[in-house]
T-cell receptor, first 112, second 112 residues
């Protein structure tokens, strides 16, 4: 079965450090989403791309977060500098256009 | 705006039925349903498109009333494996096709 691959699966780091999360979408999927999940806020959309072009990043704190898609097989989400309130599970999902989204296993991020 | 799910939680005995509702204040193009087990990624269950279409997946089915901007998920003769958190994701369509806004989730627990 084709899967969305996210790395790392777990990340613990200190406040102020840069964090980079990576996502390999399913081959053939042209749309990539980044979500953040917390108990308080639920599943929030941070940003998404179609055909590598950013379509919407309104859910992302612009001062510290950035999302890119350097090529069709890699999407990245960076936090610099990281803060304790960024602790969450970050999911990447991919889809073909408006077809169902397939989620990766997530990156569990803890900022101390 | 985030869709509203009800109930927030439901506890069942194996074999019992349940209904989970999802309501939006915006006109919808489609509704997607996902199930997430603890510590895992959300998994796609089904998609409902405009037209009041009803879909099924094993003993799980759903309906979509586009006039009321509501969708309901029906779980029949529940099994232990149905336990998890159910999310609806709503799609407005148009220029934001493929973009989902998720509800807060409904926690379903099935006991033997």
């Amino acid at each position: 079965d084709a899967r969305v691959t996210q790395t790392p699966r777990h990340k613990v780091t200190e406040m102020g450090q840069e964090v980079t999360m990576r996502c390999q979408p399913i081959l053939g999927h042209n749309t990539v989403f980044w979500y953040r999940q917390t108990m308080m806020q639920g599943l929030e959309l941070l940003a998404y791309f179609r055909n590598r072009a950013p379509l919407d990043d309104s859910g992302m704190p612009k001062d510290r977060f950035s999302a890119e898609m350097p090529d069709a097989t890699l999407a990245t989400l960076k936090i610099q500098p990281s803060e304790p309130r960024d602790s969450a599970v970050y999911f990447c999902a991919s889809a073909r256009d408006d077809q169902p989204q397939h989620f990766g296993d997530g990156t569990r991020l803890s900022i101390l | 705006q985030q869709p509203v799910q009800s109930p927030q939680a439901v506890i069942l005995r194996e074999g019992e039925d349940a209904v989970i509702n999802c309501s939006s204040s915006k006109a919808l193009y489609s509704v997607h349903w996902y199930r997430q087990k603890h510590g895992e990624a959300p998994v796609f269950l089904m998609i409902l498109l405009k037209g009041g279409e009803q879909k099924g997946h094993e003993k799980i089915s759903a309906s979509f009333n586009e006039k009321k901007q509501q969708s309901s998920l029906y779980l029949t003769a529940s099994q232990l494996s149905y336990s998890g958190t159910y999310f609806c994701g709503t799609e407005a369509g148009g220029t934001s096709y493929g973009k989902l806004t998720f509800g807060q989730g409904t926690i379903l627990t099935v006991h033997p």
